[in-house]
């Protein structure tokens, strides 16, 4: 019945290390790209992406553009490094969630929410990945082994 119990608590201890590793990939992802971006500025900064009044956010539009199909592609590897097991079904969901986060922002952009579609821009990753990581947990009901070699559902 112990042994059961010590079963039990390290599925928890498993779930709760799968989604903060699903957190790290959220923030180590946007953080790459507002650094690959910044990166570009400080090397080109002559280049044609970078104008008199922006500044060079014309990197940062292309880190946006392009950037984040190229992080969620990271993201299965980055999962799979943190050893977040099974990584695919994490990553693809969590792909799903960040489309549907990123077209939300972009309808709050179109009516002049720009500070909560920032907000949501910057932290999809922190939401879509640790998500993705909770409802793709395998599930799995303990048993107790009563004495008599009869199994059954703990709690019955």
């Given amino acids: 019945m112990i042994h059961a119990k010590l079963k ?10 799968r989604v903060v590793c ?6 180590i992802l946007p953080v790459g790209l507002l650094t690959w971006s910044g ?3 400080n090397l080109f900064s002559d280049s044609s992406r970078c104008g008199h009044y922006t500044g060079c956010l014309g990197f940062l539009v292309e880190a946006w553009v392009i950037g ?3 992080a969620i592609v990271l993201a299965w590897p980055l999962l799979y490094l943190l050893r977040v097991r099974p990584a695919w079904p994490v990553a693809i969901l969590a792909a799903c969630f960040l489309v549907v986060i990123w077209q939300v922002a972009d309808a709050l952009w179109a009516v002049g929410g720009f500070t909560v579609s920032l907000a949501l821009i910057m932290f999809s990753g922190v939401i879509a990945y640790p998500l ?3 409802v793709t947990a395998r599930r799995s009901t303990a048993t107790v082994d009563g004495g008599d070699g009869e199994r059954g559902v703990a709690g019955s």
């Fill in 8 to 17: 039990a608590f390290s599925a928890g201890e498993r779930s709760t290390r």
């Fill in 22 to 27: 699903a957190v790290l990939v959220g923030i």
């Fill in 39 to 41: 990166l570009m500025a």
């Fill in 68 to 70: 984040r199909w190229v």
């Fill in 132 to 134: 993705a990581a909770l």
